[in-house]
């Protein structure tokens, strides 16, 4: 939950956080993303909606005539879409990889949530010609969603004040010892209280988010994580994500930091060590987001 001091609206992002709202009487100056509120129809019933926008949420059609019939805003769902343009929060690795199977690399382009999502984008690509307008508005819509998330997240605990930027390298391979180096200054910016945020794909991207993961181990066990990793050092390697599963297995809980790669580079996966990923479509928007937020360099 978030309130704009500027707008004095409250952005709702859990259901939980609009019970007390719905108690009240008054949804005036509520803004609800992206929720399933199905489960709460007879307390929606029970609450006139004015001032209330709802943001591509999945509602009873009861609950949707009386948001109707009670002045409130809503923007539906935009259907047949493996991606939720409302939706209220960051990606994370379980999301993004969600039907990947260890010991089948092929099961990340075949069966992942972050590989549909890049097929979706590619199929609109490949044709030719301008996106179609419903395509390219859901686009505009998730980038904005991810816009407000990122938002939340760097207005948190004032990482805001603490974001270092690393951009570029995507070709460097794990078993270049410039990759130790950059897991290196990872890991000490970190260690020394810094937010590290990469551009979330492979390369000198992965080594920066691979060493604030291991901000709270000591230099052997950094070293030992990126001998593992060595054994598939390029991303097309078949065993490029399962060495980082090792990794996440042997280290677990690591350090957070920030990964906003994009499918406009979607054949480059993103890595597995940054638990907040703010993926994009635009990567004019990730690019400059990125350099935008970067207050520490």
């Known amino acids: 939950m978030r309130?704009?001091?500027?707008?004095?609206y409250t952005e709702i992002h859990a259901p939980e956080d609009l019970l007390?709202?719905?108690?009240?009487?008054?949804?005036?100056?509520?803004?609800?993303?992206?929720l399933d509120l199905c489960a709460y129809e007879s307390e929606l019933l029970s609450c006139p909606a004015h001032g209330a926008v709802f943001l591509g949420c999945t509602m009873t059609p009861n609950a949707v005539s009386h948001v109707q019939a009670t002045g409130g805003l809503l923007f539906p769902r935009i259907p047949a879409l493996p991606y939720h343009p409302f939706r209220p929060r960051l990606y994370d690795v379980a999301e993004l990889m969600e039907g990947y199977v260890?010991?089948?690399?092929?099961?990340?382009?075949?069966h992942t949530t972050d590989s549909a999502i890049y097929r979706h984008y590619r199929k609109g690509v490949e044709q030719g010609g301008p996106i179609p307008a419903l395509e390219s508005l859901a686009q505009r819509l998730h980038d904005h969603a991810i816009d407000d998330a990122l938002s939340d997240l760097l207005h948190?605990?004032?990482?805001?004040?603490?974001?270092?930027?690393?951009?570029?390298?995507?070709?460097?391979?794990?078993?270049?010892?410039?990759?130790?180096?950059?897991?290196?200054?990872?890991?000490?910016?970190?260690?020394?209280?810094?937010?590290?945020?990469?551009?979330?794909?492979p390369g000198a991207m992965e080594a920066a988010n691979l060493g604030?993961?291991?901000?709270?181990?000591?230099?052997?066990?950094?070293?030992?994580a990126v001998e593992i990793l060595a054994t598939a050092p390029k991303y097309s390697d078949d065993g490029w994500f399962d060495t980082a599963y090792t990794v996440l297995d042997r280290w677990p809980n690591g350090a957070e930091s920030l990964a906003i790669p994009t499918w406009f580079y979607g054949h480059e996966?993103?890595?597995?060590?940054?638990?907040?990923?703010?993926?994009?479509?635009?990567?004019?928007l990730r690019e400059d987001g990125l350099l935008a937020i970067a207050t520490r360099g």
Do not use: C
Not at 3 to 8: D, I, L, Q, R, S
Not at 165 to 190: C, I, N, S, T, W
Not at 212 to 224: G, H, I, N, S, Y
């Open 212 to 224: 604030a993961w291991m901000a709270e181990r000591d230099a052997t066990a950094l070293k030992a």
């Open 269 to 284: 996966p993103s890595n597995l060590f940054s638990i907040h990923i703010a993926k994009y479509f635009a990567n004019s």
């Open 102 to 110: 260890r010991g089948a690399p092929e099961s990340f382009y075949d």
């Open 156 to 201: 948190t605990d004032s990482r805001a004040d603490r974001v270092v930027g690393v951009m570029g390298g995507h070709a460097m391979k794990r078993d270049e010892p410039a990759f130790y180096e950059v897991a290196r200054l990872g890991q000490a910016l970190a260690r020394a209280g810094l937010f590290v945020a990469t551009g979330g794909g």
């Open 3 to 8: 309130v704009n001091p500027a707008g004095m």
């Open 20 to 34: 007390p709202h719905l108690k009240s009487g008054s949804l005036d100056h509520v803004v609800i993303q992206g």
